[in-house]
């Protein structure tokens, strides 16, 4: 398969801008986020795109509260300087009024958790929590008489949390 080496530069120019533009640290998820939203640049291409620009040190990781964000390098700032006019401005416009626009959505984090524990022979206890800015909306704990049913309930919480706090809540107002 060939590549479009000049396509993959202006690829990872986006993610040095998007940075840039947002003027604080992201995770891999945000950035994904705001370019697929975006663009037509697929969610594997973009982790790659940042795994290659953590290598070649224009981005740092940087451990913040617990979790992994990206942050641009003196690196990848003075690449984005010299080479910034290689991004196309009706993207760069795109993405500069998607920003303005959707900041609130970006930082909003929902984090979804599915847990299971052995209590006895045949119990397990499942524990269930929906949070969103770290505020937990919905926490749920119920036992389980077999390990194949304490994982399903888990895997349903996760493919459907919304769905289920929506019919939770419903039905208790």
Not at 10 to 38: C, F, G, H, M, P
Not at 74 to 91: D, Q, S
Request: negative net charge.
């Amino acid at each position: 398969m060939l590549f479009n080496s000049e396509q993959q530069a202006e690829d990872k120019l986006i993610i040095l801008y998007v940075l840039k533009k947002i003027k604080t640290s992201l995770t891999r998820e945000q950035v994904a986020l705001i370019i697929i939203e975006n663009l037509q640049i697929g969610y594997f291409d973009i982790q790659l795109y940042i795994d290659d620009l953590i290598k070649d040190e224009f981005l740092s990781v940087l451990d913040y509260d617990g979790k992994s964000v990206l942050t641009l390098s003196a690196m990848g700032k003075e690449a984005l300087k010299l080479f910034c006019n290689k991004i196309p401005a009706y993207i760069s416009d795109m993405i500069d009024l998607y920003l303005k626009e959707n900041r609130e959505k970006i930082f909003k984090e929902v984090k979804i958790t599915a847990n299971y524990q052995k209590l006895g022979e045949t119990d397990y206890l499942v524990e269930l929590k929906l949070h969103e800015n770290n505020i937990v909306l919905m926490e749920i704990s119920l036992n389980a008489p077999t390990l194949k049913l304490a994982l399903d309930i888990c895997n349903r919480w996760k493919e459907n949390t919304q769905d289920l706090y929506a019919s939770v809540l419903s039905l208790l107002t």
